[in-house]
Structure formats: structure tokens, C-alpha cells
């Protein structure tokens, strides 16, 4: 690391430890405001960022406001998350900064003794994990949310073949291999410029975790049938239910965001579908839902939710959220689930997923549902996925763990109305 990437580096945690904004859009302003940095600088600068927000227990346990001295938590970052040396800083660091980083190494013993530092979770999620896990069980997690995530890839089946694709990316001589759960799912251990990718351009290969992709599984959409993805965001989970159905039947795409659907939309020309009819909605409520009353074959519900599965990629969240947001996600979730299930008619299946672990958002919201709603049942995701030849058996719910499993930590439930 140069001098100026480090100064750089510091001006960029300077707003990102506020956590008043993603990490990724403060990154991305950053980048956007600064067109004439280089490939190798915004590599450093990234890599050293999001280091510093995933080592930031013990960075804010050594350090008295962060963001207040941003160059010592970019030196921090450097050695407790990309393993320099002392030596290798000598050139970086001042006399103050060499006896901040030097005491920094000495609390190493320190650190691995309390749970906060050793696991890097902040205690108020701690004190809710504590309620559904031992200490080594949260600590097994925080280290497994601790490393970058992979970068997975969905071939569009309209498209392509997955053995075809991965002859392709091999012979290219990137470090690719398939996903083991998902029969779509591939995964990338290095660094690509997959928008660039003939592949990509085409059509044939998404970006998609293959924990998305499994939800898409679970909902075992068919051709013909009447889909509804509720919260569909961008549509990654939209398009991998569309190649399901063999671009054949109808799926709505609901979404509060007009931004984010606006985005689905060439997505979908790309992908090759034409049976995906995005529409924004102003709430679960809105009454433009009515007409899919007990119509829907299929409803998706990867509700809002507090994102803490997705850690590996979105280290901030769990600085961004706390009890009071999570209290509104709850509630906002049982409306939605509500909302949603109206749509599904006897015989149909509701599957409703989050990219959390924890037991208020997940579990305790479908034991909620079900003792409202006597006409729906919980069916066997374990036995769901054995159907579609899929080996895996978390039990009744689909539990996707990222040191277990190696995806995004994932939730999901399959709910089906019962039949008239």
C-alpha cells in the first residue's frame, strides 16, 4: 500500500464508520468522485475498507471513535485483517501510529478471550444469539461471516449448460467449480469482470448466491403455472423461477421500489423471458394485489429483513441495524406474510424466506403465521428438495449456514394452503 492509497483509504472510512450509509455506496460515491484513481488503488483501498469494518470490534475496542481517526483504523485494518507486518508499515506510519499499532498486537490474547472481539459481533446482537446458541456456536458464526464471500454464478437454463459453461470458464483459466447443492450453481474463487463476459452479455450466466438459488428450488414453480415473486427487488430470484418454468406461465414482480424494478427489466430481456410482469406496489396492502385473490400456483416472500445472513459481503449491517430496527422488521414481516398469502390458492405453496439467522424473523414469525392461519400447513423443505434430487437436509426449514454450507445464511419455510 502507497502512501496516497492509504490517505485515500482513510477518507473513505471517515464517512463509512458513521454507518449512516451502506458501505458499498459510500465506496461507490467515493469511486464515482474520484474517476482518476486506478484499478490497483481502488483494489487497496476496497480491500483495506471492508477489512477494517469486519475486524471493527477490536478496532473500536483499541480506538476511541473511528471515524474520528480514520488513518489509524486504516492502519489497523492492514494488520489485523490483511496480515502485514510491522515492518512492512514502517514506511506508512508515524512514530504514533508505529506505538498504536504495536500495542494494537499486544492485546491479541486479550481479544481472543471476549466474545465481542474474538467473534467481532456487537453485543447487542450477541445478547440476542445468546437466546438461540451457545458462545461457541456464536463464535463458530462470526468467524464463518468473517472471510469475503465467493462470488457465485445462476446459467440461465434457457441458455445454457452448466458442464458446457464451466469447460468454458475453466479453459479460460479462472478457478471455477460447481455449486454443490444447487444444479445451476457455479462457483468463482477469483476475481472477474463478469459484466464484461461474453456469458454474462449474453444472457446465460447471473450473479446469484446459491442460497437464492435454492429458494428458487424450493418454490418448485412449474411451466404454466401462476407465480408471484412479492418482494422482488432486483429480480435475481425472479429470473431463476422464470428459466424454471421455461419462460411458460405468468410471474409478477411485485415491489415497493421503483428503482429496483426498473433494474429487473433488462435483466429479463437478457435473460431471454418474457413471462415476467413486473409491477410496483405501494404497500402489501395496495389494492392492485386483490385480483390474484387464491389465483397464485406459486408466491415467493423473501421478506425485508435484517440482512444479517449476508455479513460476508455486507460487514456494516450489523452496525447499521439494532433491536429497534429489528422490532420494525418483525412487524413489517408479519404483514407481508400476511398480505402475500392471500394470493395462494388451495393446493398452493407459499414459501417464505429471509437472509437472517435469527429465530425472531424466521421460525418464530411462521409458528406466528400458522397458528393465525389454520388453512395453511408447514410441508417438509428437506423432502422438497430430495424431489428435485437436491441432497440436502437442514429438517423441516431450509437453514443455510455459512461455514456450514458455504452460501449466505439463509432461511426459508414452504407453507402450502390447504386443499378446498
Not at 469482470?193 to 424450493?218: C, I, M, R, W, Y
Amino acid at each position: 500500500m502507497t502512501p496516497n492509497q492509504l490517505n485515500r483509504t482513510a477518507e473513505v472510512l471517515a464517512a463509512m464508520l458513521t454507518f449512516k450509509q451502506p458501505a458499498d455506496a459510500v465506496l461507490s460515491a467515493y469511486f464515482r468522485e474520484h474517476k482518476k484513481l486506478g484499478r490497483q488503488d481502488r483494489h487497496e483501498i476496497a480491500e483495506t475498507a471492508f477489512a477494517a469494518l469486519r475486524h471493527y470490534q477490536k478496532i473500536a475496542a483499541a480506538l476511541r471513535r473511528p471515524e474520528a481517526q480514520p488513518r489509524k483504523a486504516a492502519l489497523a485494518a492492514l494488520v489485523l485483517g490483511r496480515s502485514f507486518n510491522l515492518s512492512q508499515l514502517q514506511e506508512l506510519a508515524d512514530e504514533a501510529e508505529r506505538e498504536f499499532l504495536s500495542q494494537l498486537k499486544s492485546r491479541k490474547s486479550e481479544f481472543a478471550q471476549q466474545l465481542s472481539t474474538a467473534a467481532e459481533l456487537p453485543e447487542w446482537l450477541i445478547e440476542i444469539l445468546k437466546t438461540q446458541q451457545n458462545e461457541a456456536e456464536i463464535l463458530a458464526f462470526g468467524r464463518s461471516v468473517a472471510s469475503p464471500a465467493a462470488l457465485d454464478l445462476r446459467v440461465n437454463t434457457l441458455k445454457g449448460k452448466r458442464d458446457k459453461v464451466l469447460d468454458t470458464l475453466t479453459t479460460e483459466g479462472h478457478a471455477a467449480s460447481a455449486t454443490p447443492y444447487s444444479p445451476w450453481g457455479i462457483r468463482l474463487t477469483d476475481k472477474i469482470a463478469l459484466n464484461k463476459h461474453p456469458l454474462f452479455l449474453d444472457g446465460t450466466l447471473e450473479v446469484q448466491d446459491e442460497g437464492s438459488q435454492l429458494l428458487a428450488l424450493l418454490l418448485g414453480a412449474k411451466r404454466g403455472d401462476i407465480a408471484v415473486d412479492f418482494c422482488a427487488g432486483a429480480g435475481g430470484k425472479t429470473l431463476a423461477i422464470g428459466a424454471m418454468m421455461a419462460n411458460k406461465g405468468r410471474i409478477y414482480a411485485f415491489d415497493i421500489a421503483e428503482k429496483r424494478l426498473a433494474n429487473l427489466k433488462p435483466r429479463m430481456v437478457r435473460a431471454g423471458l418474457t413471462n415476467i410482469h413486473p409491477e410496483r406496489i405501494s404497500s402489501e396492502h395496495d389494492p392492485r394485489i386483490a385480483r390474484l385473490q387464491q389465483k397464485a400456483d406459486r408466491v415467493l416472500v423473501d421478506a425485508p429483513c435484517s440482512g444479517l445472513g449476508t455479513l460476508r459481503r455486507n460487514p456494516d449491517l450489523k452496525y447499521r441495524q439494532s433491536p429497534e430496527t429489528l422490532a420494525k422488521l418483525i412487524e413489517q414481516q408479519h404483514s407481508i406474510l400476511a398480505a402475500a398469502s392471500g394470493l395462494v390458492k388451495p393446493g398452493g405453496r407459499l414459501v417464505y424466506a429471509t437472509c437472517s439467522m435469527l429465530q425472531a424473523e424466521n421460525q418464530q414469525q411462521v409458528e406466528r403465521f400458522l397458528a393465525e392461519h389454520p388453512d395453511f400447513e408447514l410441508l417438509d423443505s428437506s423432502e422438497l428438495l430430495q424431489s428435485a434430487k437436491i441432497n440436502l437436509d437442514t429438517g423441516r426449514y431450509l437453514s443455510l449456514d455459512s461455514g456450514l454450507h458455504g452460501t449466505d445464511g439463509f432461511f426459508a419455510a414452504a407453507i402450502q394452503r390447504k386443499a378446498a
